[in-house]
C-alpha cells in the first residue's frame, strides 16, 4: 500500500478551524509531528496549555477529516501544549528554575505515592512484576492505580484481561477502567491491538501527558507507572512533570540484562528520583515433575549489582510457567491464586516497598529541570 503524502494529510487539515483565531490549523502552524506509513497517519496539534480542555473537539475533529482520506487506516491525533512540556534533550535538576523559565505544573499530585517499575531492556517480565506489585499493594487494603506508560507496545489490555474502551462522561476527562480492584489506563485501551503506533517524540509526550493528567484517578494511595524499556523520551517526561516517589528496576541475572539495568537506574539517580531497590525477575527454575533447581539466566546477578550501586536488592521472583500463562491470559496469578507460591514473592516486595514509601525513605522528589 503506497502511502498517504503529506500534502493530501494536509489539504484534509485545511478545512479543521481554529474556533478562537479564525484561521486554520494548517495555516496556523499548529500541526507538527506529521508521519504516514502503510495507510496509518499520526501528528500533533499544537495548542496554548490553557486551551488544551476546549481544543478536543479540534482534534477530534482532524481525526476525522483525515480519516476520510482515501487508503488511511487508522489515525492517531494527539494535542500538546508546547510551552508545557521540556525538549527531549538532555537535562539536568537544579534547584531552582533560571533564566525566568516557568516551572510545568507538577502531574497526578493528587495521587499519594507514584513508583515507576522500569527496566533497561524489553523482555525481562517488567509488566508481569509491575502488574502483580500492584495486585498485591492492592490486597494490602490500598487504593491502587496503574498506568501502563509504553506508548509503542502496550501490554495492560492483555495482562489483565481488558477489552473494553474507558468512559468519558464530559468528552474531556477519562475514566480509569477497574479490574481486579485497580484502576488501570493504557493507550492499548483506546486503539487496536494490532495498530502500529508510529509516532515520534512529542506525540509520545503528548500521550503521556493526558493518560496522566486527563484521567480520574480519584482517591489512590499507590499508583504503580510501568514504564516502558530504555531511557527515553517517555522516561525523560515522567521524570520531569510527575513528582515520583520512586522507582524500581527490574531486571534478569544475566551480564546483558544487567548492563541496560544499570543504565536505567543510572537515569533515575541523575534526575534525582529515589531509586527503591532491584528486584531479579526469571532468576531460577523449578521443574513442576521433579523439583530440580535449574538457574537457566544464571542467579544472584542483580543482587551482586543493587550491593556495586548502592541500592537495595528487593527480591527474587522465579521464572514459573503460572506466572508467565497467567500474564498471557489476562488472569495475573497475584489476583488469581493470591496466596500460592508463585504469588508470596509479590506480596514480600511489596511489602517491602509500601514500608519503604510509607516511611519516608522515598519522599516524592521534583526535580526543576533545566534543558542546556
Known amino acids: 500500500m503506497a502511502d498517504i503524502s503529506n500534502a493530501q494529510i494536509l489539504d484534509a487539515l485545511r478545512t479543521i478551524q481554529d474556533p478562537d483565531r479564525g484561521q486554520d490549523i494548517v495555516s496556523l502552524n499548529m500541526v507538527t509531528g506529521l508521519v504516514s506509513k502503510s495507510g496509518n497517519v499520526g501528528f500533533t496539534i499544537e495548542v496554548d496549555a490553557d486551551r488544551g480542555p476546549k481544543m478536543e473537539p479540534v482534534r477530534k475533529a482532524a481525526e476525522v477529516a483525515v480519516m476520510a482520506i482515501p487508503g488511511v487506516l487508522s ?11 521540556a525538549a527531549a534533550t538532555p537535562a539536568k535538576p537544579a534547584a531552582q528554575p533560571q533564566g525566568g523559565q516557568q516551572t510545568p505544573v507538577k502531574l497526578l499530585a493528587d495521587v499519594g505515592a507514584v513508583i515507576a517499575v522500569a527496566s533497561g531492556k524489553g523482555g525481562v517480565g517488567k509488566s508481569t512484576t509491575a502488574v502483580n506489585l500492584a495486585l498485591a499493594l492492592s490486597q494490602k487494603g490500598l487504593k491502587t492505580a496503574i498506568l501502563d506508560a509504553d506508548i509503542y507496545g502496550p501490554s495492560l489490555p492483555m495482562m489483565l484481561g481488558i477489552t473494553e474502551k ?52 480519584g482517591e489512590t494511595d499507590v499508583l504503580i507507572i510501568d514504564m516502558p524499556p530504555g531511557t527515553g523520551d517517555a522516561q525523560l517526561t515522567i521524570a520531569q512533570r510527575v513528582a515520583l516517589a520512586g522507582s524500581v528496576i527490574v531486571s534478569t541475572p544475566q551480564d546483558l540484562a544487567l548492563l541496560d539495568a544499570r543504565k536505567g537506574l543510572n537515569m533515575f539517580k541523575r534526575v534525582e528520583v529515589p531509586v527503591l531497590g532491584i528486584i531479579e525477575n526469571m532468576s531460577y527454575f523449578l521443574c513442576p515433575h ?3 533447581r535449574s538457574e537457566i539466566f ?75
Not at 508510529?198 to 486527563?214: S, Y
Open 290 to 292: 521433579c523439583g530440580e
Open 298 to 372: 544464571t542467579h544472584g546477578g542483580a543482587k551482586n549489582a543493587a550491593a556495586q550501586m548502592g541500592v537495595d536488592f528487593l527480591g527474587e521472583i522465579p521464572l514459573e510457567m503460572a506466572i508467565r500463562e497467567g500474564s498471557d491470559n489476562g488472569l495475573p496469578i497475584v489476583a488469581t491464586a493470591p496466596d500460592s507460591p508463585q504469588a508470596k514473592p509479590y506480596h514480600v516486595i511489596a511489602d517491602a516497598l509500601w514500608a519503604k514509601v510509607s516511611s519516608g525513605a522515598g519522599q516524592p522528589v521534583a526535580p526543576e529541570i533545566i534543558v542546556e
Open 166 to 217: 474507558p468512559d468519558s462522561p464530559d468528552g474531556k476527562r477519562l475514566m480509569p477502567i477497574k479490574k481486579y480492584g485497580l484502576k488501570c489506563m493504557s493507550i492499548g485501551f483506546m486503539v487496536a491491538a494490532d495498530t502500529p503506533m508510529i509516532w515520534r517524540g512529542p506525540m509520545v509526550m503528548g500521550a503521556l501527558e493526558q493518560m496522566m493528567g486527563d484521567v480520574e484517578w
Open 75 to 85: 489515525v492517531t491525533v494527539v494535542l500538546t501544549a508546547p510551552t508545557a512540556t
